[in-house]
């Protein structure tokens, strides 16, 4: 059976934070009770993730674990993802947990109305006066340039697999590569 959510994790140099998260997110899916899988992406890590990837991968079902020769950045790794998804829906969550795990019933809430689900984050608690003149000038200017609407463009998304045209994730490849 085909499950309704593939998790991407990315993970360069994440040794520290990579089983935490897992763990996590495999407790907050069955606690939802979400079919998923949960996609591990080392980008040529240096200390030890590929190898603690592969043993999560061994240890735990519905976890993969793939890895890249040399660092391709977020970018790569993302494209990765979206060839390598088995389910109806991706969803991208950092190995040091920007997303709060109890923020995913909302995302999981919001799939049937949507083909993408865009948070929002709402506490900056954490950003610098300068971040957050950042943020504003960057909102403000894609709101302005493109007339959208939308507060956030930066924050978690998931996104409906079915809602990408066949081979895009072959096409865009050309260019992390």
Known sequence: MKPFL???IPAYNEADNLAHCVELVRLKMAELNVAC????IDDASRDGTGALADE???????????HHP??????GAFVTALRQA??????????????????LHRYIDAAP????????RSDRSDYTLLR?????????????????????FQYISMYRMGAFPQGWGAAVGAFSA
């Open 132 to 152: 957050r003149l950042v943020s504003w000038t960057n909102i403000h200017l894609i709101q302005t340039l493109f007339d959208m609407k939308l507060h956030q």
């Open 6 to 8: 593939t998790v991407f």
């Open 37 to 40: 899988e949960i996609l591990i």
């Open 56 to 66: 999560l991968a061994a240890e735990r079902g519905g976890v993969r674990a793939l």
């Open 86 to 103: 088995q389910g109806e829906w991706l969803i991208l969550i950092p190995a040091d947990l920007a997303l709060e795990p109890s923020e």
């Open 70 to 75: 040399r660092n391709l950045g977020i970018g």
């Open 113 to 120: 109305q949507a083909d993408v689900v865009v948070g929002l």
